[in-house]
């Protein structure tokens, strides 16, 4: 059956992050939606941001489109243009490549869900504000190239 049962897929706050850039997100809790549905060629993520908790650290993506809609809740989008406010049906859309590092950020004092959409697969990831770099297949590494 197509429906997903959102109670039986697990909830994680795993990040990736080295630990002096994962204190933002530790708030942020996320199910991945796609493999428990079966889908391979690009990723969703369920996604509840706790009051004070990041969705990451502001980033753009090489070589992957993302596209974010708000459940509930309230979050500021804060990308090269400023700060928006997103509520329960706005949507925001990342183009590959762009060059507009984008976060969204929970001010509120409520929780708030969204879900996620982007391509699966390796691809370099640019953070502008913090000396941070994924490397396609490498992970992440400081800008210049060096391991944490």
């Not at 199910?31 to 941001?49: F, I, M, N, Q």
């Not at 993506?61 to 974010?68: M, S």
Request: hydrophobic share 35%; with cysteine; charged share 20%.
């Amino acid at each position: 059956m197509p429906k997903l049962d959102l109670d039986a897929i697990p909830q994680t706050n795993a990040t990736g992050y080295p630990p002096e850039y994962a204190g933002q997100v530790q708030g942020r809790h996320y199910r991945r939606l796609g493999p428990a549905g079966g889908l391979t060629e690009y990723g969703v993520s369920h996604v509840v941001l706790d009051p004070g908790a990041w969705s990451a650290h502001r980033h753009w993506h090489e070589g992957e489109d993302e596209f974010v809609v708000m459940l509930s809740g309230e979050a500021v989008l804060v990308d090269d243009s400023g700060e928006t406010a997103m509520r329960a049906g706005d949507c925001a859309a990342f183009p590959m490549g762009d060059g507009n590092g984008h976060v969204l950020q929970n001010r509120s004092d409520a929780p708030c869900v969204f879900i996620a959409v982007g391509r699966s697969g390796d691809t370099d990831c640019h953070y502008p504000d913090i000396d941070m770099h994924l490397f396609a297949g490498k992970g992440f590494r400081r800008k210049d190239g060096s391991a944490f």
